[in-house]
Every structure is written in C-alpha cells, then in structure tokens.
C-alpha cells in the first residue's frame, strides 16, 4: 500500500474519527514522552506540537459541529494546553513558563528556516527533466504554504504566549487557593479561560487587524470565536483527567530531568 493510497483510504473516513485518531496518538506520545525524558519531553512535544497547529491551521475540515468548516489545529493547541498543566502540576510554575517561552522560540525559529528556503530563488522548470521536475512544484508548494501566513504566525505568537501564560498562572492560584486539592477543578478552569482567550485574540489578530481583507463583526464572532470556542471547551472537558493519569507516567526523581 502507497502513502497515496492509505491517504485516499483516510480521505474516505469520517473526520471526527480520523480526530480522534490524531488525540489519541498525541495523548501516547505524551505520556511516553514524560516517562521517558520527564519535562524535557513534554518540552519537545511542545515545541513539535505548537509548529505542527499553526501548518495544520491553514487546513479547514468539515466535523458533525458546527455547521461551516473550522480551521484544523484545534486539537493539537488543547493538547499543549494539557501538557502545560501536567508540568505546572508535576514540575512547577518556573518549569511551565520556561515550556511557554521554549514554544515561542521554536516556532519563531522555525517560521525563520522557511521565509530563507522559500527565499531561495528556485530551479527553472524549464531546465529540468520529467523525474527532477517535482522539485520546482516542491517550491511552489512550500511557498504557498507559508508566504500568505505572516499576519496569521504574529496572531498565533502574540495569542500563544498570551493564553499560555494566562492558563499556567490561574492554574498555580486555584492550586493555591485550594491547597492543592481538586485538580480537575483547577485544570478545567485554567484551561476554559485560557481557551476563550487564545481563541478570542487570536481570531481578532488574524482575521480582523492584521488581514488585507479583514472578515466582518458577524462572520468574526459567530464563525471564527463563538463556532470554535465550543471545541476547545470540549477538549478541556476531555482532556483535563489525562493530568491523574500522567502521574504514574512520571520518571523516577522527575525533578532531576528539569536539569
């Protein structure tokens, strides 16, 4: 079986479980991740997961709700927000805030190595044969990717470190406030509030301020925040029990792999 043809296979399935797919692949990567390299593995799930959301952003899919197409990234951006709640749980605030900024950099790097591959001047289609000429559509297809996105990577940067932060602070005060008890009180709070937040920013960023050809008031509010925002209170919902469950997942002396 060709990659073509187990793609044709999945483009006959139906999204929600090919979603579901993607969860509970990004949920066994987490949890191997922090049994095997603590903190620094859940550092490299973000960084991978976050450059990962803002390509898949650029995708729309058709699920049972809403009604109109949302943009893909959805999932993905709740499970970074689940794994900032397992080291700010397990590991500390310091710890969390330090996961938030190593995002940050990672994207950014990365939006970096694609504006020079792209600006590399690319291969005349004319002076190539038929089996090298994939390498001039490879460029096409890269810059298509990410030329039109620069309004969208500044929302995303901006909304990231915004929410971020925002969840990893209420997250450390409610467990403060509480004495450390009820944890998925504190994880569906935090996570509910810094949802509403990256989602809110985000969308007024990317589709209102910084697009040529910015959306309307209703089109904003009614498609792009209040028809996604149900989603990630789901996957908050969802998601936020996977906090008990890593705990058995912890390496032994965990506090050492911060080092």
């Known amino acids: 079986?060709?990659?073509d043809t187990l793609i044709a296979l999945l483009n006959s399935w139906p999204t929600t479980l090919i979603a579901g797919l993607e969860l509970i692949t990004c949920l066994i990567f987490i949890l191997s991740l922090l049994r095997l390299f603590g903190a620094s593995g859940l550092y490299c799930y973000v960084a991978v997961a976050l450059v990962a959301a803002n390509i898949e952003v650029l995708k729309g899919a058709q699920f049972l709700y809403p009604s109109h197409p949302i943009a893909m990234?959805?999932?993905?951006?709740?499970?970074?927000?689940?794994?900032?709640?397992?080291?700010?749980?397990y590991y500390g605030k310091p710890a969390a805030l330090k996961g938030v900024r190593l995002g940050f950099v990672a994207l950014l790097f990365f939006m970096v190595l694609m504006f020079f591959t792209v600006g590399i001047h690319p291969l005349d289609?004319?002076?190539?044969?038929?089996?090298t000429l994939f390498l001039y559509?490879?460029?096409?297809?890269?810059?298509?990717?990410?030329?039109?996105?620069p309004g969208i990577l500044a929302a995303s940067l901006i909304s990231y470190m915004v929410s971020q932060y925002s969840d990893v602070i209420i997250f450390r005060l409610i467990k403060r406030l509480t004495h450390e008890r009820w944890l998925l009180v504190r994880a569906v709070v935090s996570t509910s509030v810094s949802a509403?937040?990256?989602?809110?920013?985000?969308?007024?960023?990317?589709?209102?301020?910084?697009?040529?050809?910015?959306?309307?008031?209703?089109?904003?509010?009614?498609?792009?925040?209040?028809?996604?925002?149900?989603?990630?209170?789901?996957?908050?919902?969802g998601l936020s029990p996977f906090i008990y469950l890593a705990k058995p997942f912890l390496p032994k002396n965990h506090h050492e792999y911060l080092s």
């Not at 709740?78 to 700010?88: A, E, K, N, S």
């Open 196 to 237: 509403f937040i990256d989602t809110c920013l985000f969308s007024f960023l990317a589709w209102k301020l910084f697009d040529p050809n910015p959306v309307s008031w209703q089109t904003l509010l009614v498609i792009y925040i209040f028809g996604t925002y149900p989603l990630r209170l789901l996957c908050s919902f």
């Open 73 to 89: 990234g959805t999932l993905l951006f709740g499970t970074i927000t689940l794994v900032f709640d397992i080291i700010t749980e």
């Open 125 to 131: 289609p004319k002076a190539l044969s038929a089996d």
């Open 137 to 149: 559509d490879n460029h096409v297809h890269i810059k298509a990717l990410f030329m039109p996105i």
């Open 1 to 3: 079986m060709t990659l």
